[in-house]
């Protein structure tokens, strides 16, 4: 039974417009999201987070948006860039962000970014 | 930077045969994780360490072990590789940047594994 969906496998959009990615997730349970990035032959790098207590969360070009009620999550890229195009994990845990917690994860999203 | 490294980046391993991959962080951060990527699968926990010689099991930890005798180091042994365990590992700590109200997991860059 998977936890954490990303129903989109691959998304492509233009230079300098938004990219939208969207995550559901299942276990009422979790109470903390995560977005991480990643590169070929490279380790995934965490992006942004948000506690369940804050439906919106942003960090320069990157908010990230929770629903409880719908158990949805999106992450919002604006503008894109080239150097944008990787491949995007959610994550979520039950442990409100402490030190210890462990990460279930979605399947992801290849995002590309045309220049 | 987190202060991750894995060894070896990559392998090449015959069926049956033991291997044991290693995650060395320099920063003293008291919980580690070992992850599997697959296609179509993401990531998935194998096991974690919450401190020296404290360890548990995660979601796919059949076929894996793991140690860990000192902080900055945690080993995973595949007992008697199988096919089946080909993948991406990645090592992981848990760690609170300065000025962050919470911990995030932070990665190494992955050992590329192939069972033949």
């Known amino acids: 039974d998977q936890q954490v969906k990303q129903n989109s496998p691959s998304l492509s959009v233009q230079e300098g417009r938004i990219s939208i990615l969207n995550c559901d997730y299942t276990?009422?349970?979790?109470?903390?999201f995560l977005w991480y990035k990643k590169y070929p032959a490279e380790g995934p790098t965490f992006l942004i987070s948000?506690?369940?207590?804050?439906d919106k969360n942003e960090d320069g070009r990157f908010t990230v948006f929770l629903n409880k009620s719908a158990k949805h999550l999106s992450l919002h890229i604006v503008p894109s860039q080239p150097g944008d195009s990787a491949v995007y994990f959610c994550?979520?845990?039950?442990?409100?962000?402490?030190?210890?917690?462990?990460?279930?994860f979605g399947k992801g999203t290849l995002l590309t970014v045309n220049p | 930077d987190a202060g991750i490294t894995q060894s070896p980046r990559h392998k090449v391993t015959e069926t049956g045969t033991p291997v044991t991959l290693r995650c060395h962080q320099t920063?003293?951060?008291?919980?580690m994780y070992w992850y599997r990527q697959d296609p179509g699968h993401g990531l998935r926990l194998i096991h974690y360490?919450?401190?020296?010689?404290?360890?548990d099991k995660g979601e796919v930890s059949d076929g894996y072990s793991v140690s860990r005798s000192k902080t900055e180091d945690f080993l995973l042994t595949l007992e008697s590789a199988t096919s089946s365990q080909t993948s991406v590992y990645f090592c992981?700590?848990?760690?609170?940047?300065?000025?962050?109200?919470?911990?995030?997991?932070?990665f190494g860059p992955g050992t590329r594994l192939t069972v033949t």
């Open positions: 920063e003293n951060h008291r919980y």
């Open positions: 360490s919450y401190g020296v010689k404290d360890t």
């Open positions: 948000i506690s369940s207590i804050k």
């Open positions: 992981a700590i848990s760690a609170r940047l300065a000025g962050k109200s919470s911990y995030e997991q932070y």
């Open positions: 276990n009422s349970m979790f109470d903390y």
């Open positions: 994550a979520a845990s039950a442990n409100s962000g402490g030190s210890n917690y462990k990460l279930t």
